[in-house]
């Protein structure tokens, strides 16, 4: 089957500071990565997707420089929270695609709060 | 560009009863369309896919849908509900393989009663 792993599941940081969500794919190579968040109760929205080597493209509304990604190998895509404040606290979710596949493989996920 | 309606945000359904939860797509080309469960802080975990093959499409955990093109529906289904069915349901549709363009419906909260 192809895996992807989400570290970490859960973290709680304090405003102001930067956390970092590592998505790997453990067992296929990664060709593009997809980054969602997730409020409460609600679906998934799409922030941005990201192909190894080259910049990501953010959906509209998302804030570049907030959130930062990285997709510096076929099997490694981070998303870094800069200057987290309390209103960034939400479900964030990655997705991996495998070439030719038809769907992509989500993580488990990773809980943030900022206090 | 895509998108996809759950109707009913909650649906509750008592153990051994038939499940439906329905899902209807906009797609101006034909799409790729999806049905995962999310346990409660968990990621998606793909139940079943529709991919222009066969317009039934069974997937795990007894779940099946039925592409309905006339309709513009997805619907899934399960003939017999167990409490371990207790989650939230999302349906998404696509446009092309690269799942880039996927849409996820408002998702449907399905409660099993004893």
């Known amino acids: 089957g192809a895996v992807v792993s989400q570290h970490p599941s859960r973290v709680i940081c304090k405003s102001g500071t930067s956390v970092k969500i590592e998505c790997r794919s453990l067992d296929f190579q990664a060709t593009t990565m997809f980054w969602y968040r997730q409020f409460p109760k609600q679906s998934l929205m799409l922030m941005a997707t990201s192909n190894e080597g080259s910049k990501a493209t953010y959906e509209q509304g998302v804030e570049k420089d907030k959130f930062l990604i990285n997709h510096a190998s076929l099997t490694l895509s981070t998303l870094t929270v800069t200057s987290a404040h309390p209103e960034d606290s939400s479900f964030y979710i990655c997705?991996?695609?495998?070439?030719?596949?038809?769907?992509?493989?989500f993580g488990q996920g990773t809980r943030l709060t900022v206090v | 560009a895509q998108s996809v309606t759950q109707l009913g945000s909650h649906v509750s359904v008592s153990e051994g009863a038939l499940v439906l939860l329905r899902c209807n797509y906009s797609s101006s080309v034909p799409p790729y369309l999806f049905w995962y469960v999310q346990y409660p802080n968990q990621g998606l975990q793909l139940l079943l896919k529709?991919?222009?093959?066969?317009?039934l499409v069974k997937g795990i955990n007894g779940f099946e849908a039925e592409f309905k093109k006339s309709e513009t529906s997805f619907h899934l289904t399960k003939p017999s509900a167990h409490m371990s069915d207790a989650a939230e349901y999302f349906c998404a549709v696509s446009t092309w393989v690269g799942n880039n363009d996927m849409r996820f419906g408002a998702g449907t909260r399905l409660t099993v009663k004893p």
């Open positions: 997705s991996a695609h495998r070439a030719g596949a038809t769907e992509a493989f």
């Open positions: 529709y991919t222009s093959a066969a317009t």
